[in-house]
């Protein structure tokens, strides 16, 4: 059975320093994988994140960005090969483990994947949904990208967020940013239609070819009083 320092230790040494591991048995029935594989048995997780730089976000104005476009795929590369070294060495260890893409999209008609990386941050403590129904970490607003990895070992490592579901408090830095107006009180009434129906546009911008944005995750440095 692996110990946990051993686990931080291997994750920091693959340059990710920020991480939560523990139970996801009350949310696995959500995560469309579920319908695809058995998870009987999988009932422990590991979030991570990477934080892109925030100066590099500073070009982003009205559109994303050819540099915002490069960092996020390089984070999301860097993420899946972690997960996939992690799994491996989980297995070596007797373990069960299932690497989740930190990009793909399963279902393009709903937008969905494997399961919601933000929805296992958040249960683990790594983040909070913000008010723009991503994921927000401590000391790094939005500008991280997640990826996941499913276990049958026994887990536990808390992550810096208080563990509340949404605590954006008095900020509303991303609200007056979007351009199609889909960010309001909280991610409870995110126009999460309108927001995709803007990426999808973006995504048509010559050299991105990606459904991506930017715009609020470069205004989202976490809650400010
Ligand atoms: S990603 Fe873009 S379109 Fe979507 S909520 Fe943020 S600013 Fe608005
Ligand atoms: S910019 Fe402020 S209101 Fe918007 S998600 Fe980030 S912390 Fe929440």
């Known amino acids: 059975m692996a110990r946990e320092p051993d686990l931080a230790n291997f994750l920091r040494s693959q340059g990710i320093a920020l991480f939560a591991a523990g139970t996801i048995k009350e949310i696995k029935?959500?995560?469309?994988l579920s319908r695809e594989m058995d998870l009987a048995g999988i009932d422990y997780a590991i979030s991570m994140a990477y934080p892109l730089p925030a100066q590099a976000l500073e070009g982003i104005a009205d559109r994303p960005t050819l540099l915002y476009k490069h960092l996020?795929?390089?984070a999301n590369n860097l993420l899946d090969r972690v997960a996939l070294f992690l799994s491996a060495r989980l297995e070596e260890q007797g373990a069960k483990a299932i690497p989740i893409p930190a990009?793909?999209?399963?279902?393009?008609?709903?937008?969905?994947?494997h399961l919601s990386h933000r929805e296992v941050a958040v249960?683990?403590?790594?983040?909070?949904?913000?008010?723009?129904n991503l994921l927000v970490v401590p000391g790094y607003g939005a500008r991280v990208r997640l990826v996941t990895v499913l276990t049958d070992l026994e887990l536990e490592i808390p992550g810096p967020a208080s563990g509340k579901q949404f605590e954006c408090g008095k900020c509303r830095a991303c609200v007056s940013v979007c351009p199609v107006s889909a960010i309001r009180t909280g991610p409870e009434d995110f126009d999460r239609a309108a927001c995709f129906a803007k990426v999808k546009e973006?995504?048509?911008?010559?050299?991105?070819?990606v459904g991506?944005?930017?715009i609020c995750v470069k205004a989202c440095q976490g809650p400010r009083e």
């Open 202 to 209: 973006f995504e048509k911008l010559r050299g991105i070819s």
């Open 29 to 32: 029935n959500h995560f469309p």
């Open 123 to 132: 249960k683990l403590g790594l983040g909070f949904y913000g008010r723009n």
């Open 212 to 214: 991506i944005c930017g």
């Open 72 to 74: 996020y795929r390089q």
């Open 103 to 113: 990009s793909q999209i399963t279902d393009w008609e709903k937008n969905l994947a």
